[in-house]
């Protein structure tokens, strides 16, 4: 393979990887619009059904002082980073068996991502 052709084809790849980054890239936008039918119960009033999530990544699971965690997701023993929150929202139950959580998961991999993607920004 000649040097320029060499080159063409890196050139490709590159251009393909890049392309593939930037589809593959969450929407923060989408995710907070996702995030609208978590947003009904997840609220900062103090009667909400479910903790407030501002500032929830990087946060241990069940450890705000403001609300009552169930016992399984006290002792859950989580700390949501990408992977946890991804497992959570797609099936809390599976992730976090025992949890008050009324909600069955979401299923769509991108409405997962960005909704991940949302909650690293929501603060």
Same mark, same amino acid.
């Given at each position: 393979?000649?040097?320029?052709?060499?080159?063409?084809?890196?050139?490709?790849?590159?251009?393909?990887?890049?392309?593939?980054?930037?589809?593959?890239?969450?929407?923060?936008?989408?995710?907070?619009?996702?995030?609208?039918?978590?947003?009904?119960?997840?609220?900062?009033? %103090?009667? =909400?059904?479910?903790?407030?999530?501002?500032?929830? *990544? &990087?946060?241990?699971? #069940?450890?705000? $002082?403001?609300?009552?965690?169930?016992?399984?997701?006290?002792?859950?023993?989580?700390?949501?980073?990408?992977?946890?929150?991804?497992?959570?929202?797609?099936? %809390?139950? =599976?992730?976090?068996?025992?949890?008050?959580?009324? *909600? &069955?998961?979401?299923? #769509?991999?991108? $409405?997962?991502?960005?909704?991940?993607?949302?909650?690293?920004?929501?603060?």
């Amino acid at each position: 393979m000649s040097r320029l052709h060499a080159g063409a084809v890196g050139a490709v790849v590159f251009a393909l990887m890049a392309a593939a980054s930037m589809a593959s890239a969450a929407d923060i936008e989408h995710g907070k619009q996702v995030f609208q039918t978590c947003a009904a119960c997840h609220t900062d009033k %103090p009667d =909400a059904l479910g903790p407030n999530l501002v500032g929830v *990544f &990087g946060r241990k699971a #069940g450890s705000r $002082d403001d609300f009552r965690y169930s016992p399984a997701m006290q002792r859950a023993n989580l700390t949501w980073d990408d992977a946890d929150l991804t497992a959570y929202i797609k099936d %809390p139950q =599976a992730k976090v068996k025992g949890n008050r959580m009324p *909600f &069955g998961g979401l299923s #769509g991999e991108a $409405d997962i991502d960005d909704v991940v993607a949302y909650l690293k920004d929501y603060k």
